[in-house]
């Protein structure tokens, strides 16, 4: 068989060039390495398998399926893995678990409060193993791991509903990453592919806002949430599992379509699961477009 | 607590004097540590030291009932287990990776080459068979305990002598050694194993028989185990850092030349022993 | 050793059917398998291996982890219904760990391990049918699903068995054939053609040795041909999966895409 | 001199009695007052010295296993970077920490820069049965590094303890002997480590095999021998 498959077979699937680990990209003299590639006698090599990107000079190669790399910015979403001292330790997909000081996060009793050596002693009763958390990335430590921040009243610990995980090169980058759905559900994207889908709060109920109850930003309980509302739920979440299994990048615009999609067609909820489902789904978004 | 990885000064100096070709106990990089074969008063025990590397072996033989699936051959187990103190890098009870690979290695290299003739193990076809138990002790580790195990199990086959017995009928008689001579096995061939260090840099060329410093800062081994006929038995490279084909063919080569070398010590040295030991012949 | 089937007939043809230097049938599959990073599942013949690679992720046991690189675990499990003869082998089974060993280390050379200090990649190699080449099957699975989890790697690795039936060699046995007659695998790379790993265990003149290694190096490089084929095309389809909505979805997503 | 083994009485005797390593006071109440034998005995192996005033006492022996001792000098190798300090490996059975700042000219805005698997030469500050050794690489009143810090290039031979205190001996016939062939670095750490330097490789592979082969716990060859040796040697 051939081993040097024909060059305009690396032009497929519209236009971007793939390539596999170990395949020499062009020479390191008139380019410069970027992620996904390494020198070696003066040519530049692919490390991943994925696109090849070209900015000016620098070559990047960017693998299609990979663990989350972050940036400072990144809104994500986490859970705790452990408690250790004045900080947790956090799962956001990356290489490494985050890291969650205690001095990054917002303590009950007003923004500007501080920080106690008795909050030291009873860091489980704001985030415990276990606990689902929305967050930003702050900045990385020598080592590569991110240090997450919660101080914004958006972010902190999350109730009343479910996580959907998908490849973090699905979520792609949004105006905002907290999305309403039309339907009572409220999404949260994280770009490390944690998704969170939960029931709406009212505006009111917003932090900051009237209704809001400072007190239950670290709770554990979950509000009431009726039946209507739980459907909606697990229907949003059957249609990011249906779309991320066909490879299909989440935005607001598409979720939307994709949940009047269903809407439409009348489907219940456990139909999405079906792979015909699943595939008319996709045939019907990409055809409104 | 194991002991911490070589320092970097230490690392630094080992790559730069091998790029020299330069070794740290003045060997030549395709030279071996000579092996000192010590045997015990018994047939088939024999200590062997490649400096200051040892190990023990010892072989003994029991008459059992053959294996229902082989009722023609003898049975020959291996018994090695690294104890901590050969070096506090072995831990017992978990086997080490570094273990795992000498065990298996000794297995095929003694055991899986057909070294032994094992239907000349067999006394009564189906009801009688000789079983040899090697057993290894690894006394201390100061680099290479590969070839030095399997060195000492091989000279310590090569050593043994089975009591000779006599069948008639289905009567099995044992003679004690005072009455008649025992029988040496029946060996095939002798393979030997060699090893051989690759280092990070691609020019330094690879040596043989590391040395403890030396296999901890090298990038990969390749032992190979041959006979002085010039017959493979076992060629291993498990991952480690990539060579050329020619590379590996010509590392070959080199063990070739080293075999013979080694074959004609061992056959020396049990020689030498033989001609001091005095066995009653009736 | 004689044995009762003939391995060669005088036609060249072998037990199966096949000429000398002829392989198997490869089938790869790399789809998604639960919640693995990466996956693959590599049939040789009726040789099948299942590789499920997860990582680089935060180590399970802290005392595992490298400050400066990553560490790589690799464990091996045979199904027991893999063997014609259903036997179940324990876990400390030394030549499972000795299989399992002879990945890790054939990998850790080729996995950039220096970009994921402290991090752990676990690899997990499950045996689903076995007919001989089980190491190159395992070896070549690994690598895919390694590819498919987007780890970054120096270069390909693809290995082959070959061995030889009196003078004539032969490629990519089965297991009546490793049985029978001496066997050698080989993992080569194929963009420098060198070779990361080399295993025989069984009785060979030198000379031989030699020319089955050479071709098996040749071997090595078909089958990367048709795993680089098969990444291409898992690649492909994904990527033109994401575009296929992103590209109708109007002018904001384009965007944002280009962005990212 | 003389040859004790654990157990033994030693006949130790001054007003103003100091003992060494190797020897132990037995309280009085547990020798009874039958055997008026005195109540210092030895713990160890070894020969028995004293000073020549009979008021300090101790054995001597050889051992490769090091205990710190305050004071002494030792070659470690960084293994873990801790907080503001550092871990370091002596070869005694816990490893020591060495602080940050207890270098010359450190603050905490210049720290050391030491890798993982660095060496280095310091001092060993604390040494308590209860508590892991410390380190320092300076002298705490003056400050100054005094010699002691990061050991770059060259090499580390390891040997018995006894071959170190020879070693520091000025009257030892090897380094002078050596230093007479080759121009030679060298720091001579008690914890059976001896940090090594010359301008070629083959010198410092020439000069760590002639310590090896003085240990007396190894060859032991005596300055006539090692001459020899050398001689054999591409120095």
Known sequence: MDIDLDGDEDFDSGGSKLTCPGEPLTSAQDYMRGHGTYVENEEVIASVAGTIERVNKLVTVRAVRTRYNAEVGDLVVGRITEVQPRRWKVDANSRQDAVLMLSSVNLPGGVQRRKLESDELQMRTFFEEGDLLVAEVQAFFGDGSMSLHTRSLRYGKLRNGQLVVVPPILVCRLKSHFITLPCGVDLILGLNGYIWVSKHVKQSDREGEEGFDAEAVYSNQNDAIDDFTRIAISHVTNIIRALATRFIPLSDTILLKAYEWIVEQGSDVKDLLQEDIGDALVAGITAIG | MRPPSPSIPEKEFVYEALKQSLRLDGRQPLELRSPRLTYGSELGYVECALGKTRVIANVDAKMVKPLPERPFEGLLTIHSEISPMASSEYELGRPSEEEITITRMLDKVLRRSDAIDKESLCILAGQRVWHLRLTLHFLSDAGNMLDCACLAGIVALKHFRRPEVEVIGDEVTVHSPSERAPVPLAIHHTPFCLTFAFFPDETTQPVLDPTLLEQRLSAGLMSVALNAQRELCVVQKMGGVPLVADGVLSVINIAVTKVKELDALVEDSLREDWKGRHVEVR | ?260 | MSIVVPGEHVPAQHVNLKLGPGLIQLSQGSTSSATPKSSIISTRAGSLYHSANGSKWWVESNARRYVPAPQESVIGIVTQKAGEGFRVDIGSAHPASLDGLAFEGASKRNRPNLKIGSLVYARVSLAHKDMEPELECFDAQTRKAEGFGELKSGFMVRCSLGMCRKLLDPNHFLLPLLGAKVSLEVAVGMNGRVWINSKETRHTIAISRCIEAADPDGKGMEEGEIKKFLGTLDA
């Open chain 3, 1 to 260: 050793m004689s044995s009762r089937i003939e391995i060669l007939n005088e036609g060249g043809f072998r037990s199966d059917g096949r000429r000398q230097y002829e392989l198997r049938d490869i089938t790869i599959d790399m789809s998604q398998q639960g919640t693995a990073d990466g996956s693959a599942i590599i049939t040789h013949g009726l040789t099948q291996v299942l590789v499920s690679v997860f990582g680089p992720r935060e180590a399970k046991m802290r005392s595992q982890t490298l400050y400066d690189r990553a560490n790589i675990n690799v464990e091996v499990s045979i199904a027991s219904f893999s063997t014609g003869e259903r036997r179940k082998r324990s876990r400390g089974d030394k030549r499972i760990l000795e299989m399992a060993a002879t990945i890790k280390s054939t990998f850790e050379p080729v996995v950039q391990t220096n970009l994921y200090p402290r991090s752990q990649i676990d690899i997990f190699v499950q045996v689903l049918q076995q007919d001989g080449g089980l190491l190159q099957a395992c070896i070549n699975a690994t690598m895919l699903a390694l590819a498919s989890a987007g780890i970054s790697l120096l270069d390909f690795v693809s290995a082959v068995t070959g061995g030889v039936h009196s003078t004539s060699p032969m490629l990519d046995l089965t297991a009546l054939e490793e049985n029978d007659i001496p066997h050698v695998t080989v993992a080569v790379m194929p963009r420098t053609g060198k070779v990361t790993l080399i295993t025989m265990e069984t009785r060979l003149h030198v000379d031989r040795f030699e020319e089955i290694f050479k071709l098996a190096c040749e071997a090595g490089k078909v089958i990367h041909g048709e795993m680089r084929a098969a990444i291409r095309l898992r690649t492909g389809m994904l990527i033109s999966a994401m575009q296929s909505v992103s590209q109708n979805a109007g002018e904001k997503e384009d965007e944002q895409m280009y962005e990212y």
